[in-house]
């Protein structure tokens, strides 16, 4: 399949104004759900279509609404979580500048099907345009009654709030970021009781990502049938892909799931430039494990990725080309995760500063061979020993680099040098 879903009409530059987005179908979803489908029948076409969480997860999001339970006497609520802050990803980000009527369509839809009238939509506070982008398109769906009291003469009332975020990577996890919207520091919670049962304000709460609520429109104007019969029965649709690092095209893709991953590298992204050698690829953001040049070949798709040693989850693709040094490439993602490290479990507060300090140390040309032993040791003291996945996602890049990597690590030791004579970034790939 070719055709472009979520971004079918994205190069439109007026089709985040609400008349454009109209006049190429918008709301029509809506309109539909309204008068024809009841909320179980809405969540059980969701449930159909085989959509999968596009934030990074891939729960099945039908199953997610449908754990809300329906006899509930407390208030239910939706949170959008447009808090897109993982390394290398944004998706979310080009969504709500340039579409952001899609996104709030596939918002209303979802509050309608769990039984919500009133949905935060909690975005990353750095994004300013993006924020814009939302306020004003919510502003205009109030001022077509598709938002506010009785949508549409159906009798369902649903209000949108905007909150910005706090400015955290963990902002991003869903507790984290429920915490957050309660005006708490947004410390994880221990799960269980699950949000589906007791989430914000202690209330049934469902959180979906941007992309994946993008995607409920569709479903409901061309069926649960269509959308499944796109790519692997276990992985269906379209994934809009974030492809960034030594790539002659960067930018964002949205492929069939399944796509194959040397595809995207060398026919959408054009390749590595100057014709280098490929060295490695970080297939789902910066918290899975890397893959090497021998598995350019594997499937797009979650089930395809994770049986070839790693993680899709959010599909931002990060290439490097074989001048990167994987000692200083995981130095410096783990500072990135000491930084953002709430504090709240002791594994990750000091264990994601140990791998710092170990990291630099060999980088530096100061390291022991019993600091490789220490780093594994202290991965694995950390990973899936704490509240949230935060430092499973910060060990995953320093065992698989030493897993595939050993060798550079042992030169950096030896050698109290790096064996590449260039090791920093800037925009245009690596200086001296």
Known sequence: MSERVLFKYIDDPKQHEIGTYTQHGGYAALKKVLKEIKPADLIEMVKKSGLRGRGGAGFPTGLKWGFVPKNSDKPKYLCVNADESEPGTFKDRQLMEYDPHQVLEGTILASYAIGCHHCYFYIRGEFVFGYKRVAQAVEEVYQKGFLGKNILGSGYDLDVTIVRGGGAYICGEETGLIESLEGKRAFPRVKPPFPAVSGLYNCPTVVNNVETLACIPHIVNRGAEWFASIGPPKSPGTKVVCLSGHINKPGNYELEMGAPLKELI???????????????????????????EKSIDVKLDFDSVAAAGSLLGCAAVIVMDDRTCMVWMVQRLSEFYEHESCGKCTPCREGTMWLVEILSRIEEGRGGMKDLDILLDICDNIGFKTVCALADGAVAPVVSAIQHFKDEFIYHIENKKCPLPHRNFDFDGFVN
């Open 266 to 292: 060398y026919t959408h992204g054009r390749g590595i430039p100057g014709g280098r050698k490929l060295k490695a690829v970080i297939p789902g953001g910066s918290s899975v494990p890397l893959l090497t």
